[in-house]
């Protein structure tokens, strides 16, 4: 198999020990390797190795789903980069090359959705796809995309069937009884035990930290002295501890959607945060649908949507819809509104079907497909890196009465997630291999200016997130929109934001103070329901949502 050609700065071919040295240590080594931790030299080790090894690009393979000129590959990392001679794994990446012409070229953009859990094989294919918005960045990079350790083609992970993580419907996450909360703590604690025992040998390693090593060996691997970055939702915290520990390695890093740094937020109260935020966004939601009544015919007040939202999961309780879909189901399709603002009239036509009576659009769309066996095991796997990175990352309260009492606080002002987000993070409550402590996210020598975009209404990262980053890192420019709150901005047509991404990384330019854009136009109403498959098409390249 062939080894692309790396060219120098000059147009020269770089090759050989000169290369992995030139590549593996930049001329500000950063902070991370300073310190002679193991971590530190096992990633200057590994970053070698792969700088002289580079990616064998070839055709991506078929089950992919990765189209020519998409080309895909593998990166070899330590599993534990404190024995970087130890057991390795391969990261799965993929790219397509720039289209301007060498002159316009400034390297590879690596790119990372979010989740934890998320893939970000499907970002080359903005370049394929001829998406308007990243048409001129595409003209001075490479789009390189790469599945995180753990996910997808990258020595995946898991802690269930796949086939039992999906089946449905689940039980009411509202609880009624001490009874319902008794059998969903024994559900979390068994599903962390199936994580030990599916996936005990990775689990260890499972942190945001190693998946920022990880990405400074891909850089070397690209043959690319700096780091040009794009990452949204928990990419964003993925990007800052890479900018903490690797400053120096950083040449353009963009934040889109904001996860909070902070160690005191880092997960359990990011989590509990995010359940008022989205009680916020699922405000404005409803505010939408009922003035877009004529169209949906749900209710002409938010008042009335929210007794309609009531009645729907009262109803799938009791019954539900097609054996399937009942208040977890429902709650898990629902979501997709208060995260996208691309999904308001998707959900609200579903809902709009299934109350003129034909429920096969929510059945469709929030049910299980048992027959989707490779969806279904992707399903599980996210959600299984998702738990692992969460509650490996830190430590977590182990007392259910910390967890019941605050949970129990939050419902009460914000009952649309709280309860079904509480279940989905309790096995770190239980989580049975040691947990870590979060890296202290701060400015280091080198670091660039960082390019923060947040919207203020964000009910995945609340906006507090982007404001504590921009406080962290010196030099940094804010961008808000305001009155808005889709999850993952720069995938938006808002040419005050689309502007100024282009002129940051092709020009390296960020305005002398932080701008505040205008909200994006708001979503317009349709009629027609929307199938399964339309849904997913939908949400292909949006940050990955849990």
């Known amino acids: 198999m062939k080894k692309s050609a790396v060219l120098g700065a000059a147009g020269t071919l770089v090759t050989g020990a000169l290369l992995a040295t030139a590549i593996a240590t930049p001329a500000s080594a950063g902070e991370h390797h300073k310190k002679g931790s193991a971590e530190a030299r096992g990633v200057h080790l590994a970053a070698a190795r792969a700088a002289k090894e580079g990616v064998h690009w070839q055709d991506c393979p078929a089950d992919w ?3 020519s000129p998409v080309q895909c590959g593998f990166v070899t990392v330590p599993v534990d980069y404190a024995r970087p001679n130890g057991r390795t794994i391969k990261i799965a990446v993929d790219r397509a090359v720039s289209t301007g012409g060498k002159e316009e070229r400034q390297g590879s953009l690596l790119y990372n959705p979010g989740g934890p859990g998320g893939s970000g094989m499907r970002f080359p294919t903005r370049i394929t796809t001829k998406n308007p918005l990243w048409a001129k960045t595409a003209k001075a990079y490479d789009f390189v995309g790469f599945d995180p350790r753990g996910v997808g083609h990258s020595a995946p992970i898991s802690c269930i069937d796949p086939q039992e993580f999906v089946k449905a419907p689940k039980a009411d996450p509202v609880p009624d009884s001490e009874a319902d909360k008794r059998a969903q703590r024994k559900l979390a604690e068994e599903y962390a035990d199936g994580c030990k025992e599916r996936s005990g040998a990775l689990l260890p390693y499972m942190t945001t930290a190693n998946t920022a090593r990880d990405i400074d060996v891909i850089r070397a691997a690209l043959h690319e002295k700096k780091l040009n970055y794009l990452g949204v939702s928990y990419g964003t915290y993925l990007g800052a501890v890479y900018a903490t520990l690797f400053p120096g390695h950083v040449r353009r890093m963009l934040v889109d959607s904001v996860v909070n740094p902070s160690r005191e937020k880092v997960w359990y109260q990011a989590n509990l ?3 008022i935020a989205f009680e916020t966004r699922w405000g ?15 209710g002409d007040t938010p008042e009335k949507v929210q007794a309609a939202w009531e009645q729907l ?3 799938a309780k009791k019954d539900p819809v097609g054996g399937v879909v009942g208040p977890a189901e429902l709650t898990g399709f629902f979501q997709n509104a208060p995260y996208y603002d691309s999904m308001w009239a998707t959900v609200a036509q579903v809902w709009s079907a299934y109350r003129a009576g034909d429920p096969k659009p929510l059945i469709e769309n929030a049910g299980p497909d048992l027959k989707n066996t490779a969806g279904n095991i992707a399903a599980e796997n996210g959600n299984a890196v998702y738990t692992a990175v969460e509650c490996t990352d830190t430590t977590w309260p182990t007392s259910w009465r910390k967890w019941d009492r605050d949970n129990t606080r939050i419902h009460q002002q914000a009952p649309f997630m709280t309860w079904s987000n509480a279940w989905m993070n309790l096995p770190c409550a239980t ?4 947990q870590q402590r979060p890296v202290e996210v701060r400015t280091g020598k080198g670091l660039p200016s960082v390019l923060i975009v947040q919207s203020t209404r964000d009910a995945a990262t609340p906006y507090d997130g982007a404001v504590e980053l921009h406080k962290r890192f010196a030099g940094s420019r804010l961008i808000t929109e305001r009155d808005a709150g889709s999850h993952g901005v720069t995938g938006l047509v808002n040419p005050c934001i689309n502007d100024r991404v282009d002129a940051y990384f092709l020009e390296g330019k960020t305005d002398a103070q932080d701008v505040t854009c205008a909200p994006h136009a708001t979503p317009k109403p349709t009629a027609a329901p929307a ?6 098409a939908g949400k292909a390249d949006l940050p990955a949502a849990r």
């Open 313 to 315: 999961r009262a109803t």
């Open 431 to 434: 989580w049975p291999v040691k």
């Open 531 to 536: 199938k399964a498959t339309a849904v997913a």
């Open 65 to 67: 789903g990765l189209k």
């Open 273 to 275: 945060d995010q359940d």
């Open 284 to 298: 404005d939601w409803k505010k939408w649908v009922a003035k877009n009544d004529a169209t949906y015919h749900i």
